[in-house]
């Protein structure tokens, strides 16, 4: 005779036997375990069978109109998806396996399913608010309007000019996240951000590739009386576009202030280690979003309308499809992050369109038409066979070209957005940039809302704060008017010491 007693939970218990010994009962888990593997087993014992007996059956009803009716369309589609075939193991019956297949996906979906029943009240995700228009536009020689926002001291006042392109999924309004205008101030800097083609307020530029990208930038410049050269601000995926601005308009650029920036993953420059180790940090959907947009970019708007195109919130995590370390899981919790990315997303989604975003993931891992190794090249010179045997036996240093200013790159060493093999990478093949490595920093912990890193980030690039630059004040005809006082004076003397002479 058997009684049970149950555990705590009900989650497992014990059984006794008629002679009082104790038997383990299996948990709702090995349960479970237990049920598929017999699911398994009944699968694979009376598949063939089944498949068996509808041949049969099938054969039997060779004649009839229904069979003649669907032969020639069963044929065609056969015949299409054939090449799927290629997946299936050599020594199985191909018609088996897919009906194995299909009862794994059958009971999935129902476990599926059942596994996203819950009786607890679910809140409904918020709906994105967009404002009305309000930024400043400059026109481009093509027609084009580009949304701007300045920060900082004015044009006449700016001792150091920065442009900071935004990266995917943001806008004008992102900027340096959280940096004081006081600091600005201290620095005498002047922060320009702008809306790239379709985002935000920004007129799309079908076609747009990363050479247009940098001649956006410096018309931008030039219509803001940004008279000097300006440093570039790249962070993330936005840096594709200050890297473009080193290689295209390097003669109007003073330095540039990367934090993780993003490469091609796809450059062919890279090692087979250095993608290997860029690629395993990803997620899987963040892996398949990249091949998406190298491959199906046409596949892409089903999966942003889902997402950020719904009109509704979401995290950057879900939205991006981002893995997080511990600080940056911090970051992203505080209320003031939360804050500046609703905010910066429904920016960003202004127009509802899902192709600027398709082009922007586009260019990530496409063809950007130069190698970050052309950035900084060693001058080729054409020597003739006797100089280049002498070159060979004399250290002689070869002269480089490109862009020869300054280049900074932080890297958070527990980044896993941009994982910091990345930044090994264009640290290999740009030899005149400078590494900082931030320990236990991750993607945004260390840009967004840091007081202290912003102060130490300006120190680094501009040195003792100095402030704004004083504007030559104009001349005022003050000292015309002192000098008719003190004349007047004078004058009178004079007609006095003529009457005291007359007298």
Same mark, same amino acid.
């Given at each position: ?157 700016? &001792? $150091?000019?920065?442009?900071? !392109?935004?990266?995917?999924?943001? =806008?004008? #309004?992102? @900027?340096?996240? +959280?940096?004081?205008? *006081? ?111 190298? &491959? $199906?970019?046409?596949?892409? !708007?089903?999966?942003?309308?889902? =997402?950020? #195109?719904? @009109?509704?919130? +979401?995290?950057?995590? *879900? ?185």
């Amino acid at each position: 005779m058997w009684r049970r007693r149950w555990g705590a939970g009900g989650t497992g218990g014990e059984e006794e036997d008629g002679e009082g010994r104790a038997v383990k009962e299996e948990g709702w888990a090995q349960q479970a375990r237990g049920f598929l593997e017999s699911t398994a087993e009944i699968l694979r014992v009376l598949g063939p069978r089944t498949v068996g007996h509808s041949r049969a059956s099938f054969g039997r009803a060779e004649d009839s109109e229904l069979a003649r009716r669907l032969r020639g369309p069963a044929a065609a589609a056969g015949k299409r998806l054939s090449f799927m075939n290629e997946y299936l193991p050599e020594d199985r019956d191909p018609v088996w396996c897919w009906v194995v297949v299909a009862a794994v996906a059958f009971v999935t979906l129902i476990v599926l399913g059942v596994g996203s029943v819950d009786d607890t009240p679910v809140e409904l995700p918020k709906k994105l608010y967009i404002g009305p228009p309000s930024a400043k536009t400059i026109q481009l020689p093509d027609g084009r309007h580009l949304a701007y926002k300045e920060q900082g001291v004015t044009a006449d006042r700016a &001792r $150091f000019s920065l442009i900071a !392109p935004h990266s995917f999924l943001s =806008s004008r #309004l992102a @900027g340096i996240p +959280g940096i004081k205008p *006081s600091l600005l101030e201290e620095f005498g800097a002047r922060l320009v951000t702008y809306d790239l083609p379709g985002f935000g307020e920004s007129d799309p530029h079908p076609g747009r590739d990363l050479n247009s990208s940098a001649h956006d930038m410096l018309h931008l410049a030039g219509a803001l009386r940004i008279v000097d050269k300006f440093w570039v601000v790249g962070y993330s995926a936005g840096s594709i576009h200050a890297w473009s601005a080193l290689r295209h308009i390097p003669d109007r650029v003073a330095g540039a202030a990367m934090f993780a920036p993003m490469a091609n993953p796809y450059d062919s420059k890279m090692t087979k280690e250095e993608r290997r180790k860029t690629w395993e940090r990803w997620s899987t959907k963040r892996k398949l979003m990249h091949i998406l947009a190298r &491959r $199906f970019p046409a596949l892409l !708007p089903l999966f942003y309308h889902r =997402s950020f #195109l719904s @009109g509704k919130q +979401g995290q950057p995590e *879900s939205w991006l499809s981002l893995s997080l370390g511990k600080k940056d899981k911090t970051s992203l919790e505080s209320p003031m992050f939360n804050a500046f990315w609703e905010k910066d997303v429904a920016e960003s989604v202004r127009q509802g369109d899902a192709q600027p975003f398709v082009e922007e993931a586009v260019l990530q891992v496409s063809d950007w038409g130069f190698s970050l190794s052309d950035i900084q090249m060693q001058k080729r010179e054409d020597l003739s066979f006797f100089e280049l045997i002498k070159s060979l036996f004399r250290q002689a240093e070869r002269e480089w070209v490109g862009f020869l200013g300054p280049i900074h790159i932080w890297q958070g060493m527990d980044d896993r957005v941009v994982p910091p093999s990345v930044t090994e990478y264009v640290r290999r093949v740009v030899p005149g940039a400078t590494v900082h490595k931030l320990l236990d920093e991750g993607h945004f912990s260390y840009f967004c809302f840091c007081d202290e890193c912003h102060r130490q980030i300006f120190s680094t690039l501009f040195g003792i704060p100095q402030g704004p630059i004083n504007p030559v004040p104009e001349p005022i005809e003050v000292a015309s008017e002192l000098t008719e006082e003190t004349t007047v004076p004078d004058k009178a003397k004079e007609e006095e010491q003529d009457i005291s002479d007359l007298a």
